[in-house]
T-cell receptor, first 111, second 115 residues
Framework: AQSVAQPEDQVNVAEGNPLTVKCTYSVSGNPYLFWYVQYPNRGLQFLLKYITGDNLVKGSYGFEAEFNKSQTSFHLKKPSALVSDSALYFCALTGFQKLVFGTGTRLLVSP | EPEVTQTPSHQVTQMGQEVILRCVPISNHLYFYWYRQILGQKVEFLVSFYNNEISEKSEIFDDQFSVERPDGSNFTLKIRSTKLEDSAMYFC?????????????FGPGTRLTVL
């Protein structure tokens, strides 16, 4: 069965510091991995995806994610956090149609 | 930028009542989805819909649930007889393409509260 784990409920980081939001996955076959972000009273917004190719994927708002097959991880990263990055972040994978989500990680960036 | 919209933003209903949640997908998208998130839990897939047919559904999507595209723009989720455990945030999504790696665009959600 496909599954995604986000081991941290919350990540706190100071503005200007690098951030990492962790995600690990379990899937048989090739993984198709996504990161979505949710701001208050907004829908889930697509950030980036990994299908194949380079292990470092660049996405919206300066975010990037590193795919690591041996560690079955797809961690979200940003070199310099902004207060406006504070939101709920979801990792997800898809087999064909449906998205399978992790439980989400709340990112709090302090000024 | 085109967006998926959902109405209402919050629906309160009594147990046993029928509710209809409405969504307007992005206009040139062909694939539609409903997900739900019970407070504090994961976002869970309910159903996908294409060409006026359900293409995949989860075990959550039982006979109490139905979906419909009544016209060229709306996509609805109906719960026939709501239960307390149906209280959740319901998200509609749409995508232009089909298959692994397709990017789904989500609406802001409808919070359903069943009393």
């Amino acid at each position: 069965a496909q599954s995604v784990a986000q081991p941290e409920d919350q990540v706190n980081v100071a503005e200007g510091n690098p951030l990492t939001v962790k995600c690990t996955y379990s899937v048989s076959g090739n993984p198709y991995l996504f990161w979505y972000v949710q701001y208050p009273n907004r829908g889930l917004q697509f950030l980036l995806k990994y299908i194949t190719g380079d292990n470092l994927v660049k996405g919206s708002y300066g975010f990037e994610a590193e795919f690591n097959k041996s560690q079955t991880s797809f961690h979200l990263k940003k070199p310099s956090a902004l207060v406006s990055d504070s939101a709920l972040y979801f990792c997800a994978l898809t087999g064909f149609q449906k998205l399978v989500f992790g439980t989400g990680t709340r990112l709090l960036v302090s000024p | 930028e085109p967006e998926v919209t959902q109405t209402p933003s919050h629906q309160v209903t009594q147990m046993g009542q029928e509710v209809i949640l409405r969504c307007v997908p992005i206009s040139n998208h062909l694939y539609f989805y409903w997900y739900r998130q019970i407070l504090g839990q994961k976002v869970e897939f309910l159903v996908s819909f294409y060409n006026n047919e359900i293409s995949e559904k989860s075990e959550i999507f039982d006979d109490q649930f139905s979906v419909e595209r009544p016209d060229g723009s709306n996509f609805t989720l109906k719960i026939r007889s709501t239960k307390l455990e149906d209280s959740a945030m319901y998200f509609c999504a749409s995508s232009k393409t089909y298959g692994a790696g397709n990017e789904q665009f989500f609406g802001p959600g409808t919070r359903l509260t069943v009393l």
